[in-house]
């Protein structure tokens, strides 16, 4: 039972345009939200995040929406660089759980110079 | 400051032998998480302590695998005795906070193979 989806395992996109890096959820109690990012070779690295009482989260060129009522969110790379080239995590936590993340299969994102 | 710290980075054995995975969180971290990567089941939480002490061992798979944490600089996570199913990169993490919510730092992780 999967708590935390990313039903894309692939994206490709060109450089300097957008990358949009979906993720749903089916548990209604989660209400923290955080996208890892994971180059090869190494562990997964903290991205953003953002608490169920917002809808928007903005750092730099990522920016994480959360939609509730569709327990939809999602992590916009604009513009995207090679660099961001990697496997991207979502991951969930829920208040009454403490401390534990529901993480994703991870999306492989593909940025084209 | 260094990261997590994980060791050995690469573990090749045989089955039915013993495997320890050992892990040094952050200095100042008061929790630590052990996870394991798999293809079929992707990154999942097999324990995790807070002060030293495993608050949530759910993850673990079965009475083979034990974690410790006898201090706040390490931890160890034994299989024993292993499997080739047991193949899989295992993670460490540690986080600074008991609070919630909170961020988790990896370590680069080990590659377990199991033949």
């Known amino acids: 039972d999967q708590q935390v989806k990313q039903n894309s395992p692939s994206l490709s996109v060109q450089e300097g345009r957008i990358s949009i890096l979906n993720c749903d959820y089916t548990?209604?109690?989660?209400?923290?939200f955080l996208w890892y990012k994971k180059y090869p070779a190494e562990g997964p690295t903290f991205l953003i995040s953002?608490?169920?009482?917002?809808d928007k989260n903005e750092d730099g060129r990522f920016t994480v929406f959360l939609n509730k009522s569709a327990k939809h969110l999602s992590l916009h790379i604009v513009p995207s660089q090679p660099g961001d080239s990697a496997v991207y995590f979502c991951a969930a936590s829920a208040r009454d759980s403490s401390y534990k993340l529901i993480f994703g299969s991870g999306t492989r994102l593909l940025v084209r110079p | 400051d260094a990261g997590v710290i994980q060791s050995p980075r690469h573990e090749v054995t045989e089955m039915g032998q013993e495997v320890t995975l050992r892990c040094k969180p952050i200095s100042g971290h008061n929790s630590l998480f052990w996870y394991r990567q798999t293809m079929m089941r992707g990154l999942e939480l097999l324990i995790y302590?807070?002060?030293?002490?495993?608050?949530?061992d759910s993850g673990m798979p079965e009475d083979r695998f034990s974690a410790k944490m006898p201090n706040a600089s390490f931890s160890t996570l034994k299989i024993q005795p292993s499997e080739p199913r047991d193949s899989a990169v295992y993670f460490c993490?540690?986080?600074?906070?008991?609070?919630?919510?909170?961020?988790?730092?990896f370590g680069p992780g080990t590659r377990l193979t199991v033949t």
């Open positions: 993490a540690s986080s600074p906070s008991g609070g919630f919510p909170h961020e988790q730092y």
């Open positions: 953002i608490s169920s009482i917002k």
């Open positions: 548990n209604s109690m989660f209400d923290y």
């Open positions: 302590f807070n002060n030293n002490v495993p608050i949530d």
